[in-house]
């Protein structure tokens, strides 16, 4: 027996902060606007010829018992869907991990997705994504929000929001076709160059949500108005409010943007780009643009030599693939 799970990776674009638990519930709730990408990260799972546990990824681990496992997020989707022995585990991703384009939460869904296929069950999205919030958050107490794991599993460009009392409400954004072939051709992602430690920038901006409650509270109605403006057909919007988004989340942590990442910025702004952020938690990584379609070739020269990675947005959340049973 053999599955194979392909789960997205993603770009938020607006309101990201406002989906940590800390804000939405004493903040009467929290909104996203984010997108899956044609990126992934794949999940295998197999039957293995003895009971040992074996884990595939930058390191392989060959052990006895799920508590042995150091793969914290692989350990953790072990022990909720109740895998103890006898399996192979791997997984592969189109970027590297630490990009802050959400490739732990697509670990972590991929994982319990292939895991729970594996056992023969169908679960859904939302359970995926609950599930995954429960390893991150809760069990692991990682300083992040809740918004990666549900745009992976579910795929799609969403809006999605997040109730005091944890309830999670997601829309899918339904662009005409012409629109949404604008979008994508609007779209550039670069890579900085920089590594940074998320956890550090995300401890600072954890701690400073109750000082930082007005500035979120404005990047969580940037996200309201850019969900009626793209209902309108504006598209546009977005670079504007991209800009606006980047300007603001700067003050939520002192490590999100630095003098490198604030000149390449620049020199997007001044060859065209209309609006752009470092994604996920800042401080290096990759850098999404807004930009004119007649102003891309500009932008790309003036952000030579760095790495372009083209990308559409993706429809699909986490998928199996490929399920071999003999």
Excluded at 5 to 25: E, I, K, M, Y
Excluded at 200 to 229: F, G, H, P, V
Aim: proline share 3%; charged share 25%.
């Amino acid at each position: 027996m053999m599955i194979i799970v392909q789960t997205p990776l993603r770009v938020s674009f607006l309101g990201g902060g406002t989906d940590f638990p800390a804000f939405f519930q004493e903040e009467g709730g929290g909104n996203v606007l984010s997108s899956a990408i044609d990126k992934y990260i794949f999940v295998t799972i197999k039957q293995r010829y003895d009971d040992k546990i074996r884990v595939g990824y930058t390191r392989t681990e060959i052990v006895d018992h799920v508590d042995e496992v150091n793969h914290e997020l692989i350990r953790e989707a072990l022990r909720i869907t109740g895998i103890q022995k006898n399996v192979e585990i791997t997984t592969m991703g189109d970027i590297p991990a630490g990009s802050g384009l959400a490739s732990s939460s697509a670990v972590t869904v991929g994982a319990l997705h292939a895991m729970y296929a594996y056992l023969g069950q169908m679960v859904t999205a939302d359970r995926l994504a609950q599930e995954a919030c429960k390893i991150e958050v809760d069990i692991l107490n990682k300083p992040i929000g809740i918004q990666d794991q549900y745009i992976c599993a579910l795929g799609g460009f969403r809006f999605i929001e997040f109730h005091p009392d944890g309830k999670v409400v997601n829309e899918k954004i339904e662009l005409e076709p012409r629109l949404k072939n604008r979008l994508n051709e609007s779209l550039l992602l670069f890579y900085t160059g920089m590594t940074r430690q998320a956890d550090s920038i995300l401890d600072e901006q954890k701690a400073n949500i109750k000082a930082s409650r007005n500035l979120l509270n404005e990047l969580k109605q940037m996200a309201c108005y850019a969900r009626e403006e793209l209902a309108a057909g504006n598209i546009d919007v977005i670079g504007t409010l991209l800009h606006q988004n980047w300007v603001l989340k700067k003050q939520l942590a002192r490590k999100i943007s630095n003098p490198t990442i604030d000149a390449i910025y620049e020199a997007a702004l001044k060859a065209g780009a209309t609006g752009g952020k470092i994604t996920g938690a800042g401080g290096g990584g990759y850098l999404l643009l807004y930009c004119p379609y007649e102003r891309r070739e500009a932008v790309r020269d003036a952000l030579h030599p760095l790495t372009e990675v083209p990308f559409k947005l993706e429809m699909d959340g986490s998928k199996v693939i490929f399920n071999y049973r003999r």
